[in-house]
């Protein structure tokens, strides 16, 4: 398995359905809550630690093993000018033994500037030194981080550079031999910085889809002044957008590696989070009904 | 040609308010370490649209990282500085005092520096003296402390557990506050800070029955008190 490329090391996974992203730490939704009262409504956890790697043990462990799950990760900073330190590239590969995920989630983005915390994800700046930069990061973590990474589009409020986000994303892919997250939402939020909020799905051909293996929905709200819209990520503290759920339609049929889809819950209740799992679930079922076969929600 | 100088530049326009307004005002024309086309691409985000992120996100360091931590001192700063958070949270950003946080600054340490330099140097905070140690206050009774001593007792220079209350419970400013000595036992455990507030004759006791000083000298009645609170904090 070692030989293979991060991207033919995901392809190769089974299909884990429609979950929900939860943070390890919240008490809303709680985990244990969804495991015990709703398992019925996700298919798999991916688990996100707010970049606390180093208290995670013991929450983890409270996951059952037949409960399968994913990993995002927060601090590898992928898309910065240099690797990151040690730290979080440790944390990564512990959480990583310690929940045996199929491939770990990472944004394309940095939470440190000059070391210094930022209070979001900065993301990649879209041109091609920050490509170069990001495709030796990835390849770097590839040699220290014993799973597969899957680098996510992060949320964009203005766009830095001069390539287009799936061309950034391509060539990424493509350089570092990996596969991607497409976030939904953040593809919208992408192209209201550029002027293609009405459209949400402009370009998207583009994109080499075939290197989608999951796909995230959230909650989010827009901010309008008088030039523009901004998207701002609320996770499972709002509905999700009418946008990203036309994405999910004209997507879906079109994504032949796709392993998984996750809606990013955090700060909903359990019974908000398992109704938008649900959402969701109607749409697959509806247009690709086939590729839930198999996974625990019947 | 620099990405990290790319990075440093939108972290500047993103957290330093006079760069920013001072690059929009054509003061200097490029970042430190930029190229041509670098700097064209910076150039070219700093605009409405960016102003409009920077006051969301001033309002989400407030409201995610000061409020829920610090909020007598958030509230207090606000009203001393008759600003609302964003405008305050520009100001601190804008600082030397914001560079020296540790993540998410969930220590206060960035803040208490903030405050410190108000203090020092602006007017307004002349009329909130006890800003400083309303901090402190707040900062001990969320676990930051100095050091791992447990249980402590801390003497601070105000009634900054009333000032707190005043803010808080009944939304006032405090007017005219003159200082006074408040002292809190402090006890630290899983369940989060107990504080208990103590005379000041308690307070000395208390001091020497925690590092185990002779107390043949002081009211046997204070020192019996000391250590009936001392094992009903620890049982």
Redesign the interface.
Known sequence: MAELSPFKRVKAAAVMGVGLGIDIFDSQPDFRVLIDKHRGGFDFLEVYSR?DWEHTDDLFAEIPDDVPRTYHHEGLDPV???LCPDGPIEGCAKNQRLLNPPWTVEELA?RH??G?????F?PA?L?K??VQ?TVANLKALEKRIPGPLLPENAPY??????MHLFDFMNEVAHGAECGLVLDLGHVWSYQL?VGKGDQPDDRIESLDLSRIIEVHLAGARI?E????R?Y?DLHGAGPIPEESMFLLRELLPKLPNLKAITIEVEDATEAAAVEQAQQVREVVRRLRPAWLEGVHVS | MSLEAQYRAIYQLMYKRRTRDAFQQGKFRRFDGLDDAEAEQVCNVANLRQDVVVQLHANDIGTNWYMPRFPATWIALQVALDCDQAELTMRFTDSAAFETRLNDDSDGRALAGFVDELAARDEALKSAGWMPELLRYERMVRGHWPDEVNPRVEAFGWDVGGIADALLEKELFPVDEVASSLHLLLYRDDAGVSEIALSADQARVMRKVLNHLPVDDEPPKIVAKCRRVLNQLRS
């Open positions: 970049g910065g000018p240099k940095v500037i000059d210094k915390y930022t209070d979001f900065f700046i041109n030194q920050c930069a409020e203005f766009a830095v550079g001069d910085c901010e002044y008088e030039g523009g901004i701002r």
